[in-house]
């Protein structure tokens, strides 16, 4: 079994080691070490990274009891030198002591238990037994939370050899194993079995900050971040902001204003482009009435469009046969897609969705709608001037 160096000190960054296996397996290229620094991934936290050898580490991964590093190119070396992304490995112990310190809090305070955590690449989430939480409760978890990571309390490691031990302890959930157990402590506010890297004390997490909650289901997702990802939280949103205050010329504390005063503006240009589109409509509604072609008893209006739009091509239909004995057969094309409407007035008794449905099949399409007004697409199969004829073609059969 590999010692697993990073529950002797955390904080050690290279170490030499005998290689006791290297194999392949659906992964790819893994060594097995005598001893490793890597944290392999567990308890919600990433791997560690890093090299050995020079050659990067990919992935840790413990499977079957073995501690399998992946490596970007294989190896045969008896022994390596190994050298742990400390960036990494620092930002995790971070985010998952926070996590430790942000769970007591919303539990013992609010009596909302975590019941997942995920240390993401930018984001840390932890799933409350809550179905919602107010305002007031998330400022209140976060304030204690950045409390006791100010108070820069002790983190302890210690190691219990049988379930039986730990009675009198208030564990903060069921463990998973009942041997060899590693508890993570801090004194008199946290109890935990954990195998997860953490600081030396509280204070190394330097600070922690809710960014959303999103209600899922039965449960309450919350997003946080810890340590040098607030940095990195505060720079893009600085960044955001700047750019807003220049585009929308506006201080900051102005810019809520300044989007609801244009979100206004944007709304009354869209009525007045919707009002321009209807009389538009409407004086084409006149115009193709009059250049309709007498069919069979009836008006027919039919017509092939580039990259006009469904809606539009709905809107003149039901305008146009709101008159009688019209029928609309349109077709608008878009890069390769082919979109049809297919309109009646109601004193005739065409059934257009039968028309419709007997095409699209030439187009790969879907529709369908009412028999006095039908919609479909498809794929460009077929010119849409042929579509046309094989839509008359049918129409034909119905008169």
Not at 108 to 120: I, M, P, Q, V
Not at 181 to 202: A, F, K, M, Q, W
Request: aromatic share 8%.
């Amino acid at each position: 079994m590999t010692k697993k160096l990073y529950y002797d000190d955390v904080y050690q960054t290279e170490f030499s080691s005998k290689v006791i296996k290297s194999n392949h397996d659906e992964s790819g290229f893994f060594v097995v070490l005598q001893e490793t620094a890597f944290y392999p991934t567990g308890g919600g936290q990433p791997f560690d990274k890093g090299t050995l050898n020079d050659i990067n580490v990919l992935k840790v991964e413990e499977v079957d009891g073995e501690i399998r590093h992946y490596m970007e190119t294989s190896i045969d070396v008896e022994e390596v030198n190994g050298v742990i992304d400390w960036d990494r490995r620092f930002d995790h112990m971070q985010q998952h002591a926070g996590q430790h310190i942000l769970t007591a809090a919303f539990e013992d305070n609010l009596g909302y238990k975590t019941l997942s955590f995920h240390l993401g690449e930018e984001i840390c989430t932890i799933d409350l037994d809550t179905s919602s939480l107010t305002d007031e409760e998330i400022h209140k978890a976060e304030t204690l939370a950045n409390k006791i990571i100010l108070e820069n309390r002790p983190i302890l490691i210690k190691w219990v050899e049988k379930k039986e031990e730990l009675s009198g302890l208030p564990l903060r959930k069921e463990l998973a194993v009942s041997e060899h157990i590693r508890l993570v402590i801090i004194p008199e506010y946290d109890y935990n079995g954990c195998g997860g890297t953490h600081p030396r004390s509280t204070g190394e997490v330097s600070l922690l900050k809710i960014l959303t909650c999103e209600k899922q289901k039965k449960y309450t997702r919350v997003q946080f971040v810890c340590g040098g990802r607030v940095t990195r939280q505060l720079h893009q949103k600085n960044e955001v902001i700047q750019t807003l205050t220049t585009q929308l010329s506006a201080r900051q504390d102005m810019i809520p204003n300044a989007v609801l005063k244009l979100l206004h503006h944007t709304k009354e240009l869209e009525e007045q482009v919707k009002d321009l589109s209807n009389k538009l409509i409407r004086y084409e509604v006149k115009e193709r009435l009059d250049n309709a072609v007498k069919w069979n008893g009836f008006f027919l209006i039919s017509n092939i469009f580039q990259d006009r739009t469904l809606s539009e091509l709905q809107t003149l239909a039901r305008d146009l046969i709101a008159y009688p004995d019209v029928i609309v057969m349109f077709i608008t094309e878009h890069q390769e897609k082919l979109q049809l409407v297919c309109a009646r007035s109601d004193n005739t008794n065409i059934n257009m969705n039968s028309v419709l449905k007997e095409v699209l099949p030439l187009i790969n399409g879907k529709g369908g709608g009412k028999p006095f007004f039908v919609q479909g697409g498809g794929d460009r199969m077929l010119p849409p001037d042929q579509v046309m004829k094989e839509l008359m073609r049918v129409l034909t059969h119905q008169v």
